[in-house]
């Protein structure tokens, strides 16, 4: 099984992770299913940027953003090159290392 690396973030992984999970499994499913509590505010429909990652390794093993991950992708903060949404990023049998941004666009929080 792939390993995900998830670098530390001061909220989500205060000492980052390493993790497995499964082939076809996205990235999200994939840290929420080991506690690392990574914002997903649409319920993991890629209707918003707060899942967003960057993929410090291992993107070319990823699926292909569709055109409206890349629409919605572009109102994220601190996007990059290697940027996907993790609730839209699926596993394969490479491993990952994730950077969590420190910051997301999260109207509902901010708002609430």
Not at 46 to 63: D, M, P
Request: with cysteine; aromatic share 2%; proline share 5%.
């Amino acid at each position: 099984m792939p390993k995900i690396r998830v670098l530390p973030h001061p909220e989500c992984a205060p000492a980052g992770a390493l993790i497995e999970a499964a082939p076809g499994t996205s990235i999200c499913d994939a840290l929420l299913a080991q506690r690392v509590e990574i914002e997903h505010a649409c319920g993991k429909v890629g209707a918003c940027t707060t899942c967003h990652v960057l993929i410090r390794e291992g993107f070319a093993s990823l699926n292909a953003a569709s055109d409206a991950e890349e629409d919605m992708l572009d109102r994220a903060w601190g996007v990059e090159a290697q940027s996907r949404l993790s609730c839209q990023a699926i596993l394969a049998d490479a491993d990952l290392t994730v950077e969590i941004p420190r910051y997301t666009l999260n109207h509902a929080k901010e708002n609430g």
